[in-house]
């Protein structure tokens, strides 16, 4: 896989939420940092996400983030 994206963090699938039309997607990268996407239903199904099995969050710097103190 080759992508322009610098932020690509390998992991494994540890839960799917699926709603009506969207699916959370956590992803344990390790140290205890757990990240969730939310997708479409329809890219869980493409890529055939379930899980146990490894998957990569790629983050884009032209995402919002939230923080707190």
Do not use: F
């Not at 493409?46 to 710097?61: M, P, S, T």
């Amino acid at each position: 896989m080759k992508i322009s994206a610098r932020n690509i963090l390998k992991g494994n699938v540890t839960e799917i939420a699926k709603g009506a039309t969207t699916s959370h997607v956590r992803i344990d990268i390790g140290g205890g940092a757990i990240v969730t996407a939310s997708i479409t239903n329809e890219a869980v199904a493409d890529l055939q996400l379930e899980k146990g099995k490894q998957a990569y969050a790629v983050i884009k710097a032209s995402d919002v983030m939230v923080g707190i103190d």
